[in-house]
């Protein structure tokens, strides 16, 4: 996964080339624009070699853009991980970084119960 200052029309030339490398799945995120998803070979789902490119939701309030990034990462890794396909979990992982934003610090509000059975 990257996040990448290009231009759309870099972003699938940039995949291009890492693929060339032996990247087998290339995730491009590019701040608010759109994300690029490029696979090679079988994705875990079923699908065969594609690349598309998501439209992600626009945050009418975004309030610190602060771990956005890392936000996404870990969504779309664990997303990966637990046999999500790519697309789906490049969706997730912009709703988790769209949630994110929305608070000062890159902290979210989590209920005092859950804070507490994760502390004992």
């Not at 699938?12 to 890492?18: E, G």
């Not at 696979?39 to 610190?64: F, K, M, Q, Y």
């Amino acid at each position: 996964m990257m996040n990448a200052h290009c231009s759309a029309i870099s972003r699938p030339k940039k995949a291009r080339q890492l693929h060339a490398l032996g990247v087998a799945e290339i995730v491009i995120k590019n701040g608010a624009g759109t994300c690029l998803v490029s696979l090679v070979g079988d994705d875990t789902d079923g699908t065969e070699s594609h690349e598309c490119r998501l439209v992600l939701p626009l945050i009418a309030r975004p309030v610190e853009t602060t771990a956005a990034g890392d936000s996404f990462n870990a969504a779309y890794l664990t997303s990966r991980l637990i046999g999500v396909g790519a697309k789906a979990g490049a969706v997730r992982s912009a709703t988790l970084a769209a949630q994110v934003i929305q608070h000062r610090g890159a902290i979210m509000n989590a209920p005092q119960e859950r804070i507490r059975r994760i502390n004992k």
